[in-house]
């Protein structure tokens, strides 16, 4: 934005000082002059139409690859939460979320809070009877993580792939716990990597952006080690698919 601004205002200064050419130089000079100033002008327009046209067609191409790359993220996250309903915890290994997906059943499971008698409690009581409420969790059935997530496609295989910009870019999977007891995930990548081979100064400045219509920050990412977050970094225009 500020070059187009340097350039507009470089524009009007020399159409002003066509003018002023035009009100004080000698006749025979005017022609010669008035052909280099207008030559100016003419190549700092085109210089500002190409800066707006690049720019434009920058965000074009970076909204078209953010969405395959938040689809992406979406199927971690979604894997990475099924994994942590049966094992307990999230993994920052793709070959055991894929394996996972592959082979891996969540049990369905239902709460119901029965009465028993507490033995403990109706000996100190010298024998009178008193209960306490117990809460059980029974196993309906199983459900298979690939049918569910991914209704039998099998891009899950591929799902450490970034799939747009540097080729062969994998995403970063971490995992942990905060305070030793509650997991975490993250799985990211570099906006620099989805937008390899654009315009550096764009992409930096991708990089900086921080609003509510944008993807803040210097990465594209879902979850969190620094808290306990599941959701991406996107806004909702990214996602092509019901999260």
Not at 34 to 58: C, D, M, P, Q, R
Not at 122 to 145: M, N, P, Q, W
Not at 195 to 200: A, H, T
């Amino acid at each position: 934005m500020k070059v187009i601004i340097a350039i507009v205002v470089i524009i009007l200064l020399t159409i002003g000082i066509v003018w002023l050419i035009d009100k004080f130089v000698p006749k025979k000079m005017k022609p010669f002059i008035h052909l280099i100033l207008w030559a100016i002008i003419i190549f700092l327009g085109y210089l500002t139409f190409n800066s707006v046209y690049e720019e434009i067609k920058f965000n074009q191409i970076k909204e078209k690859r953010f969405k395959v790359v938040v689809d992406r993220l979406i199927d971690v996250r979604d894997s990475e939460m099924a994994y942590k309903e049966v094992h307990g915890e999230y993994t920052d290994s793709f070959d055991k979320l894929i394996n996972f997906v592959e082979n891996g059943k969540v049990p369905i499971t239902q709460r119901r809070d029965t009465t028993v008698l507490d033995e403990e409690r109706t000996r100190a009581f010298g024998g009178v009877e008193t209960f306490k409420t117990l809460t059980l969790i029974d196993t309906l059935s199983y459900y298979s993580v690939k049918d569910s997530i991914f209704k039998g496609d099998t891009r899950y295989k591929t799902m450490m792939n970034v799939g747009a910009g540097k080729e062969g870019a994998k995403f970063d999977l971490k995992s942990g716990k905060l305070d030793d007891d509650i997991p975490v995930f993250e799985a990211s990548v570099d906006k620099a990597i989805v937008l390899d081979g654009l315009d550096k100064y764009l992409i930096q400045k991708e990089k900086q952006v921080m609003s509510v219509d944008g993807v803040n920050g210097p990465k594209l990412m879902v979850g969190s080690m620094e808290e306990v977050f599941t959701k991406g970094n996107w806004p909702k225009s990214y996602v092509n698919k019901k999260e």
